[in-house]
């Protein structure tokens, strides 16, 4: 069965207390890697898309890496308009998103 | 650009009742789906649309139909609303190869009573 795993599920940070998300995923012939931010009330706002192990993608604080077996976003020097839930999902197939649970990021001044 | 449309935000239903969710989208997506988002649970798929005329199931379908008339629009139907359906239902859509990821909609907020 495909699986994706976020951990932490809560991260409290100091604003410029760099950190990383971790994303496992157990998928059958994964097509991408997601990630997304969540804030509360609003739907998920794409942030990167991973397509191979060693592929990494940068935006702005954040820093989306892969591996075969997970993911990773670095936020370095975060800001606390970085605080939201951060999503990954393992593009399984034909229209298939298998999403984690998220992280729930704090970050404060 | 508006993006993908949901209406209505917010819906309390008694439980039997029936009702539409609606989704629009102005980006000519081919593809469009339907989730639902439950506390402690990541987004499932309930239903999803390669084209219109096309609709297929994704992972927890039941108690749920949708059809997609027009390439811009694919409303999610509740035959009989149960108190399981209370969730947060988003629609989402994309290009044919997801290279942009897929858009989201601002999500309906449904409390089935």
């Known amino acids: 069965e495909d699986q994706v795993t976020q951990s932490p599920e809560a991260l409290r940070l100091q604003e410029g207390e760099s950190s990383s998300l971790n994303c496992s995923y157990t998928v059958s012939g994964l097509r991408g890697l997601f990630w997304y931010r969540q804030d509360p009330g609003k739907g998920p706002e794409f942030l990167f898309t991973l397509y191979s192990a060693g592929e990494e993608k940068e935006k702005e604080r954040l820093k989306a890496t892969l591996t075969k077996k997970e993911s990773f976003l670095h936020i370095t020097a975060p800001k606390p308009e970085d605080s939201a839930t951060y999503l990954c999902a393992a593009h399984t197939g034909f229209q298939k998103l298998v999403f984690g649970t998220g992280t729930r990021l704090l970050v404060s001044p | 650009n508006a993006g993908v449309t949901q209406t209505p935000k917010f819906q309390v239903l008694k439980t039997g009742q029936s009702m539409t969710l609606q989704c629009a989208q102005d980006?000519?997506?081919?593809?469009m789906s339907w989730y639902r988002q439950d506390p402690g649970m990541g987004l499932r798929l309930i239903h999803y649309?390669?084209?219109?005329?096309?609709?297929d199931q994704g992972e927890v379908p039941n108690g749920y139909n949708v059809s997609r008339s027009t390439t811009e629009d694919f409303p999610l139907r509740l035959l009989s609303a149960a108190p399981s359906q209370t969730s947060v239902y988003f629609c989402a859509s994309s290009y044919a190869r997801a290279t942009d990821g897929y858009t989201f909609g601002s999500g309906t907020r449904l409390t089935v009573v």
């Open positions: 980006m000519n997506h081919e593809y």
């Open positions: 649309s390669v084209g219109a005329g096309i609709t």
